[in-house]
Each structure stands twice: as C-alpha cells, then as structure tokens.
C-alpha cells in the first residue's frame, strides 16, 4: 500500500512563506500525476495544485500566483512552495495522486495568523 509523509508546516504570519514536502513509497511515482489538498476547519478538502509527470501544473484560483508545486523523482517527493500566505490558508495540507488513489496520510498543519 502507497503511503504519502507530509512535512513543512507550521506557524506563520500573514504574507509569510513556508515550504511543504510530501515523500511517496511507490516505484512507479514519476508516471504519477500528484496533487496538494487542504482541509480548513468545518470545510471539505480541496484541490490546491496538481503536477503532471510532465511537470505540468495547474493551481486552484484561491492560490494562483502564490503557490508553486513541483516534484523530484528522484526522491519520490513532491513539494509546494507558499507565498504571500493568508489567514484563509490556514488548513491541514495532504497529498495525493491527482485521483486521490493513495491512502490519505496525517497531512501537515498550516496556521496562519498574526
């Protein structure tokens, strides 16, 4: 079974940066598209970035321009990159394939605020 380890989080003030990493147990990773979700408190997950294996990437509205996602197979590790972070990032950040085929792991908290 493919487990996902989320890293990186932690506190931050707003228009601070942090810096997630996410390392998958699987041999066939880099044919993998994967993806970063978040879970804010009373909401659902949410998609926030997806990379291909290509390495093309698609971001949700809410964090376009802010966060980057990239990935190294070479560590069958993907990463994404915060910026100019708000208060209404704060969630728990998880990864996963882009079809959600991994189970979920303990995710890694994001905390905004002043």
């Known amino acids: 079974q493919v487990q996902v380890v989320e890293s990186g989080g932690g506190l931050v003030q707003p228009g601070g940066s942090l810096r997630l990493s996410c390392a998958a147990s699987r041999i066939a990773f880099s044919i993998t598209s994967m993806a970063w979700y978040r879970q804010a408190p009373g909401k659902q997950r949410e998609l926030v970035a997806r990379?291909?294996?290509?390495?093309?990437?698609n971001n949700a509205d809410s964090v376009k321009g802010r966060f980057t996602i990239t990935r190294d197979n070479a560590k069958n590790t993907v990463y994404l990159q915060l910026h100019s972070l708000k208060p209404e990032d704060t969630a728990v950040y998880y990864c996963?394939?882009?079809?959600?085929?991994?189970?979920w792991g303990q995710g890694t908290q994001v905390t905004v605020s002043s």
């Open positions: 996963n394939t882009d079809q959600q085929d991994y189970s």
């Open positions: 990379i291909t294996s290509g390495r093309l990437t």
